[in-house]
């Protein structure tokens, strides 16, 4: 980092190209464009695949806010399929009955870095001349079948967000094997001219530019790229401590009645990027709201990924969804959150957090919550 600034050349440059080449070589595509966001990778893969108004993207309605407004942003109909009860991923039974004559793409997200079921999802896409455009903030290490994320897709993005499994602070890469796809992403990037600062500036001499589309600044800085660098070093010793974690958890949860642990489907390697459990409403007579406030109580910090989308208030006022249009992930909203991890996290942590849910949990199970706040446990309004 301090290399890219003393360079002098601190906006996109030839550590944002050493970036890319890495992506490229860790996945095997052909194609990888590094940006500012997750959230404009894939908004650049929506218009560069033509995705605008009158079309309908079906997607899941457990991701980030970033799923259902990239669609708005393009002017096309979010539409929102169930999710498998196991993973929570997009269900492609449930994908395959929202199809309509005007669907263009499939949008998964592999959450919490377990990968879809991709077969399944690039059969539709392929029966149906549908885009699969895969959400793989998440997913940076994980495989399906032994396919990298975005091997086998119109295209796929990253996040190189402060939370996620590897951070540049800020930033996104694009990939994809399709060379048009790439052509375009790469002017829309940057403001839609037809040649970047980097060669403007190169040995052939004084070049003008030409606005080709009315583009965005989607760039990356150097800077950004040569932490996002840095960081890719440590992915596989990231995820190792992740995995190890994950067992640790797994072992002290596993004769938790009340809590239904992440699941790890056969062939796939997941990336591990949340621990995520779902409270078993059943066995306990509060909330999963009313567990987070009393887990907090003891100073472990949780959080929830995520309360489903459609019931948000914006797509709810605009789009008129409900409650009941996807059950699964409806009863999985009420339900899930995550227990804290990261490399770093001793297992003395671990068996604090544990132990701390344990004794919340029990008292969850015998007696009502205390003073009943029901603002505490109202869904989204
Ligand atoms: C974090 C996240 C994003 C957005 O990533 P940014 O790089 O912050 O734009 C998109 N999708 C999911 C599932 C995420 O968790």
């Known amino acids: 980092m301090l290399?890219?600034?003393?360079?002098?050349?601190?906006?996109m440059g030839p550590r944002v190209q050493q970036l890319e080449a890495?992506?490229?070589?860790?996945?095997?595509?052909?194609?990888?464009?590094?940006?500012?966001?997750?959230?404009?990778?894939?908004?650049?893969?929506?218009l560069?695949?033509?995705?605008?108004?009158?079309?309908?993207?079906?997607?899941?309605?457990?991701?980030?806010?970033?799923?259902?407004?990239?669609?708005?942003?393009?002017?096309?109909?979010?539409?929102?399929?169930?999710?498998?009860?196991?993973?929570?991923n997009l269900d492609p039974r449930s994908v395959a009955e929202r199809l309509t004559p005007r669907t263009r793409a499939i949008m998964p997200v592999h959450l919490y870095g377990h990968p879809c079921d991709m077969g399944a999802l690039t059969a539709l896409a392929e029966r149906h001349g549908l885009q699969l455009i895969e959400d793989a903030a998440h997913a940076i290490e994980a495989?399906?079948?032994?396919?990298?994320?975005?091997?086998?897709?119109?295209?796929a993005a990253f996040s190189l967000y402060a939370t996620k499994n590897i951070t540049a602070g800020e930033g996104g890469v694009l990939v994809t094997s399709r060379p048009e796809l790439a052509e375009a992403a790469e002017i829309l990037r940057n403001h839609g001219?037809?040649?970047?600062?980097?060669?403007?500036?190169?040995?052939?001499?004084?070049r003008h530019w030409e606005i080709l589309a009315p583009g965005y600044n989607y760039k990356l800085s150097d800077v950004l790229a040569a932490i996002?660098?840095?960081?890719?070093?440590?992915?596989?010793?990231?995820?190792?401590?992740?995995?190890?974690?994950?067992?640790?958890?797994?072992?002290?949860?596993?004769?938790?009645?009340e809590i239904a642990r992440p699941v790890v489907r056969p062939a796939v390697r997941p990336a591990y990027h949340l621990y995520s459990v779902r409270l078993r409403l059943e066995q306990v007579r509060w909330t999963r709201d009313q567990v987070l406030a009393a887990v907090q109580a003891e100073r472990i910090g949780l959080g929830v990924h995520f309360r489903a989308l459609h019931l948000h208030p914006y797509y709810r006022q605009r789009f008129g969804f409900a409650p009941g249009l996807c059950p699964v992930a409806e009863a999985a909203s009420e339900r899930l959150f995550s227990l804290p991890l990261y490399p770093g996290l001793t297992e003395a942590d671990v068996a604090d957090v544990a132990a701390a849910l344990r004794k919340v949990l029990a008292v969850a199970r015998s007696q009502a919550f205390p003073g009943g706040d029901p603002a505490a446990s109202a869904p989204p309004a």
Not at 238 to 244: G, K, L, S, Y
């Open 3 to 11: 290399a890219a600034l003393r360079s002098g050349w601190v906006t």
């Open 48 to 88: 560069g695949l033509g995705i605008g108004p009158g079309d309908e993207v079906i997607t899941t309605p457990i991701s980030f806010a970033t799923s259902a407004n990239v669609l708005v942003h393009v002017g096309a109909a979010p539409v929102f399929a169930d999710v498998e009860p196991d993973t929570l």
């Open 193 to 206: 001219l037809s040649r970047g600062a980097w060669k403007r500036y190169g040995a052939e001499g004084f």
């Open 143 to 155: 495989s399906w079948q032994g396919r990298r994320m975005g091997s086998a897709s119109a295209a």
């Open 22 to 46: 890495a992506f490229r070589a860790m996945l095997g595509v052909p194609h990888a464009l590094a940006v500012n966001s997750c959230t404009a990778a894939i908004h650049l893969a929506l």
């Open 228 to 257: 996002g660098l840095a960081q890719l070093a440590k992915l596989e010793g990231f995820w190792a401590e992740r995995r190890r974690l994950v067992g640790l958890y797994d072992a002290a949860l596993a004769d938790c009645a």
